[in-house]
């Protein structure tokens, strides 16, 4: 973290530019209990700090094992009613981090994958898709993604092995009975093709839900569920507020993707599971939901999806 420097000195662009490096402070707990359907603790306690080392409830220290970053920001998304997570892997090694992760903390469950931005960077895509497949039947692993299929990054060098992954972890969600958690940037229409090709898995989330209305009435419709993260709370993301407007609360999950996508009035700084309370408010105004009603749709169906912790 940056040094603080004193008010008298500091201006107002190096104020910004050291609150960019630092966690917000926790927000107002939920009414009820909800799970974060989609984190990335080994990235957030590796490379952004981990956030209970650095606050409390209103910002303030708290006396958290420095030892243990990741019971202790568990401990601190718990304080604000975020009391379960889904560890998401991205490659082989944060896949088996996150399938141990969910060993040894009660309030983690995992999920397994390569990226669809991965795929087409591995020498062995046959041999990381084994490995993967070796993790999808451990206990604790109760979904296959972050999978999918993203054209933003990817040029057209890369979509072939990107599909290839996709379709072949679609298989993997089907022979293991679990989730299939599904990376869409920029494919909608390839994500349902393959889907369509393949034939979905019983229980489909898109995470980071980031279509427009049509798009989620076509996912609605299919059975599948919407995870929103903390860009629903933007100002610019007014198509993606129409699309949760018109999903049925109980096909409503939410998520952080942290460190990422930290939502408003935060953006910019680093994101993490506790941080949760802003995306269900900013979604209950959304909706017109009841926020306790909210609430515990979201909890109903974290665990029907992932559960029981």
């Not at 999978?147 to 379709?167: I, K, L, V």
């Not at 034939?199 to 919407?226: K, M, Q």
Request: with cysteine.
């Amino acid at each position: 973290m940056l040094a603080v420097m004193s008010e008298r000195t500091e201006s107002r662009k190096q104020r910004a530019a050291r609150r960019a490096g630092e966690f917000p402070p926790a927000p107002e707990p939920l009414p009820r209990p909800v799970p974060d359907s989609h984190t990335h603790l080994d990235i957030t306690v590796s490379e952004a700090g981990a956030p209970a080392r650095e606050l409390g409830r209103g910002g303030e220290p708290r006396g958290h094992d420095q030892d243990d970053p990741v019971a202790a920001a568990i401990q601190v998304a718990a304080g604000v009613g975020v009391d379960r997570l889904v560890q998401v892997g991205v490659d082989v090694d944060s896949s088996r981090w996150g399938a141990d992760a969910a060993e040894r903390y009660p309030a983690v469950l995992a999920t397994v994958a390569l990226h669809p931005n991965e795929a087409p960077r591995l020498a062995d895509l046959d041999e990381a898709l084994r490995q993967i497949e070796a993790l999808a039947g451990r206990d604790r692993v109760r979904g296959i993604g972050e999978t999918g299929m993203d054209f933003y990054r990817t040029g057209d060098e890369g979509r072939a092995a990107q599909e290839e992954s996709f379709r072949a972890h679609v298989a993997i969600a089907k022979r293991y009975g679990k989730a299939l958690v599904i990376h869409d940037r920029d494919a909608h229409a390839d994500v349902l093709r393959i889907l369509d090709d393949e034939g979905a898995p019983d229980t489909v989330v898109l995470h980071c839900f980031s279509g427009d209305a049509d798009f989620a009435r076509e996912c609605v419709r299919r059975g599948y569920l919407l995870s929103f993260a903390g860009t629903v709370t933007f100002g610019s993301a007014g198509a993606l507020r129409e699309a949760a407007a018109l999903t049925p609360l109980d096909q409503i999950l939410v998520e952080t993707d942290a460190p990422y996508l930290t939502p408003m009035p935060h953006r910019g700084r680093p994101n993490a599971s506790y941080l949760i309370p802003l995306t269900v408010r900013s979604l209950a105004a959304t909706t017109g939901a009841d926020l306790d009603e909210l609430c515990a749709a979201i909890s109903a169906t974290g665990d029907r999806v992932f559960g029981p912790w």
